[in-house]
């Protein structure tokens, strides 16, 4: 299947910082890219779905302002959590579907950004 | 909110073929059912995806009832490595930007 990367694998940062959250597709172009998060012993939650070249949508209570989203290119998308606080602490997974495999193509995750705030 | 259901937890012997339900009753025509499973502190890997006849990969076999309001994915030979959250997923296919949206899984412990 195609490969998707995140990048850092995990970070810890101070309150009140941004960071940074790289997703690229290494194999494949993903016209649209999904950002989830994921609290412990919770599900994946989807924050917001990023289309190439044009602005994310975000998923109701999620705020667009905290969360940036860029994708500007066809192999990356990036999540910026801006003056981060402990309760952002999580787990955060980006996802690309292969649009070059046609309607049938697949979603396909990356590995995970674990993220704490201190 | 997500439109299947699935028992929270199951457990299998290694070796044996572990059988994981999930209840789809209100899925549309145009829904495929999508399976996926979470590793322990991983991201989500892709299993398999059917609309109405069985499907079989090197990883599972997705039954589908005919009605489509339930389906089964069956690991045949269960191995402590299956360990993980099982998701099963509808979704419709197409054009466009259509979400996966995930429930609560069934934990799978396959124990030795």
């Known amino acids: 299947g195609a490969v998707v990367s995140q990048h850092p694998s995990w970070v810890i940062c101070k309150s009140g910082t941004s960071v940074k959250i790289e997703c690229r597709s290494l194999d494949f172009q993903a016209t649209t890219m999904f950002w989830y998060r994921q609290f412990p012993k919770q599900s994946l939650m989807l924050m917001a779905t990023s289309n190439e070249g044009s602005k994310a949508t975000y998923e109701q209570g999620v705020e667009k302002d905290k969360f940036l989203i860029n994708h500007a290119s066809l192999t990356l998308s990036t999540l910026t959590v801006t003056s981060a606080h402990p309760e952002d602490s999580s787990f955060y997974i980006c996802?690309?579907?292969?649009w070059g495999l046609g309607q049938g193509a697949e979603q396909y995750f990356g590995p995970g950004t674990r993220l704490t705030v201190t | 909110d997500a439109k299947t259901t699935q028992p929270p937890s199951m457990d299998c012997a290694e070796g044996r073929a572990a059988n994981l339900p999930c209840n789809h009753s209100t899925i549309s025509g145009n829904e495929y059912v999508y399976w996926y499973r979470q590793i322990h502190s991983q991201g989500p890997q892709y299993i398999i995806h059917g609309l109405k006849n069985n499907e079989t990969n090197e990883m599972a076999s997705l039954i589908i009832t005919e009605d489509r309001k339930s389906s089964t994915l069956i690991l045949p030979h269960a191995t402590l490595r299956d360990t993980a959250v099982y998701y099963c997923?509808?979704?419709?296919?197409?054009?466009?930007?259509?979400?996966?949206?995930f429930g609560k899984g069934t934990k799978l412990t396959v124990n030795p």
């Open positions: 996802s690309a579907r292969d």
């Open positions: 997923i509808v979704r419709a296919r197409g054009g466009g930007s259509e979400k996966l949206v």
